[in-house]
């Protein structure tokens, strides 16, 4: 079974940036791989998502502020966030999508306004 670590959340103004960091235990080789962020008081949801071949594509609230990359050896995946809004503050976890890997600790992102 795979294990998810995230890293690379904290506090940040808004404007700000901040990349965050899952790593896997085992490789994701064929798989689509997500980050979710879970806001306070509301649902898990995909903000992003990334093919076994490269290919993003995001959630229109964070589209064009955000990228997602995978590592070559498929063992990492990234989520690079600029342009921080209030908005995005929650905790982001990492997973495959959909989602079939238990849940990582998640890195919690707190955007100040």
């Known amino acids: 079974q795979v294990q998810l670590v995230e890293s690379g959340g904290g506090l940040v103004q808004a404007g700000g940036s901040l990349r965050l960091s899952c790593v896997a235990s085992l490789s994701f080789d064929f798989e689509t791989m997500a980050w979710y962020r879970q806001a306070p008081g509301k649902q898990r949801e995909v903000v992003a998502r990334?093919?076994?071949?490269?290919?993003?594509n995001y959630d229109a609230s964070v589209k064009g502020r955000f990228n997602i990359s995978r590592d070559i050896d498929n063992i990492a995946v990234y989520l690079q966030m600029s342009s921080l809004k209030p908005e995005d503050t929650g905790v982001y976890y990492c997973?495959?999508?959909?989602?079939?890997?238990?849940w990582g600790q998640g890195t919690q992102v707190t955007v100040s306004s």
């Open positions: 997973n495959s999508a959909p989602s079939f890997y238990s």
């Open positions: 990334i093919s076994e071949n490269g290919i993003a």
